[in-house]
């Protein structure tokens, strides 16, 4: 059974960052791409940030140049740098894995304001 785990959420003022980390296990964590995905209220999901097996990284226009995907996949986990917090970036933040899992985690908030 696949489980994924997401820490590192909170709150943080405009500017500053946050890492989140999702934690898998139940699954072969190095051939499946990862994702990064949030939710504000009354919104639909949408993605953040993706990660291939062979680390090719894929963003969000909204996100480029401040956000980073990274993977350790002798941990098992997911990473996600956020630099630059605007409150934009509130949301519940969810680690996605893809095919041929496709399992959610439980999300994290993320609360960015003064």
């Known amino acids: 059974q696949v489980q994924l785990v997401e820490s590192g959420g909170g709150l943080v003022q405009p500017g500053g960052s946050l890492r989140l980390s999702c934690a898998a296990s139940?699954?072969?964590?190095?051939?499946?791409?990862m994702g990064w995905y949030r939710q504000s209220p009354g919104k639909q999901r949408d993605l953040v940030a993706t990660?291939?097996?062979?680390?090719?990284?894929n963003y969000a226009d909204s996100v480029k140049g401040r956000f980073t995907i990274s993977r350790d996949n002798a941990k098992k986990t997911l990473y996600l740098q956020m630099n630059s917090l605007e409150p934009e970036d509130t949301a519940v933040y969810y680690c996605?894995?893809?095919?041929?899992?496709?399992?959610w985690g439980q999300g994290t908030q993320v609360t960015v304001s003064s």
């Open positions: 996605n894995a893809g095919p041929p899992y496709n399992s």
């Open positions: 139940g699954m072969i964590f190095s051939i499946s791409t």
């Open positions: 990660i291939t097996s062979r680390e090719r990284t």
